[in-house]
């Protein structure tokens, strides 16, 4: 019986049904991060929903590019480093916290977030993390669904055609 199901598991899993499988499916929320502009857009109903300024890490390997999966939402997310309070004018990680599985962590470590520090957007300042506007992270965060594709990547290339490369958009 085991050999008979193991294959149909495998295959139910690596799916791109599976909600954390390879790819977006066409028409699926998708976010693209692009660390050459310092731009994130929302990918949604086969088309660029819209397009919003990030800051990115430091340097270029902080903020780790590749697909990945979202795997934690936080509203008021508390800042375990330095032990600050969601909400508190001080957490640097904002109203919202969208945390993705990088380099093989839990959503926790890596994400996109509000900050306190608004004048630090579309620049350079990370220590790894995908910083935006407490009011972009607000109104993005409801539309971002747990198991939502990712990519941080470097590049030139448009966000519609990067979306249609890897199958977000027919």
């Given at each position: 019986?085991?050999?008979?199901?193991?294959?149909?598991?495998?295959?139910?899993?690596?799916?791109?049904?599976?909600?954390?499988g390879p790819?977006?499916?066409?028409?699926?929320?998708?976010?693209?991060?692009n660390?050459?502009?310092?731009?994130?857009?929302l990918i949604?109903?086969?088309?660029?929903?819209?397009?919003?300024?990030?800051?990115?890490g430091?340097?270029?390997?902080?903020?780790?590019?590749?697909?990945?999966?979202i795997t934690v939402?936080?509203?008021?997310?508390?800042y375990r480093?330095?032990?600050?309070?969601?909400?508190?004018?001080?957490?640097?990680?904002?109203?919202?916290?969208?945390?993705f599985?990088?380099?093989?962590?839990?959503?926790?470590?890596?994400g996109?977030h509000?900050?306190?520090?608004?004048a630090?957007?579309?620049?350079?300042?990370?220590?790894?993390?995908?910083r935006t506007?407490?009011?972009v992270?607000?109104?993005?965060?409801?539309?971002?669904p747990?198991?939502?594709?990712?990519l941080?990547t470097?590049?030139?290339?448009?966000f519609?055609?990067?979306?249609?490369?890897?199958?977000a958009i027919?």
């Amino acid at each position: 019986m085991i050999k008979i199901l193991s294959p149909i598991l495998f295959a139910f899993f690596i799916s791109p049904l599976w909600p954390l499988g390879p790819n977006p499916l066409p028409g699926d929320p998708f976010v693209i991060v692009n660390k050459t502009t310092n731009e994130m857009a929302l990918i949604d109903d086969n088309r660029v929903q819209t397009v919003v300024s990030v800051g990115t890490g430091v340097t270029g390997e902080l903020t780790p590019e590749g697909l990945f999966t979202i795997t934690v939402k936080a509203e008021e997310p508390y800042y375990r480093r330095k032990n600050i309070p969601g909400g508190d004018p001080n957490n640097p990680l904002g109203s919202r916290w969208i945390g993705f599985d990088a380099e093989g962590t839990d959503g926790r470590i890596y994400g996109i977030h509000g900050t306190n520090q608004p004048a630090s957007i579309g620049k350079y300042v990370s220590n790894g993390c995908i910083r935006t506007q407490n009011e972009v992270i607000t109104s993005l965060y409801p539309m971002i669904p747990l198991g939502t594709k990712i990519l941080v990547t470097s590049t030139n290339k448009p966000f519609e055609l990067l979306a249609k490369e890897i199958g977000a958009i027919q």
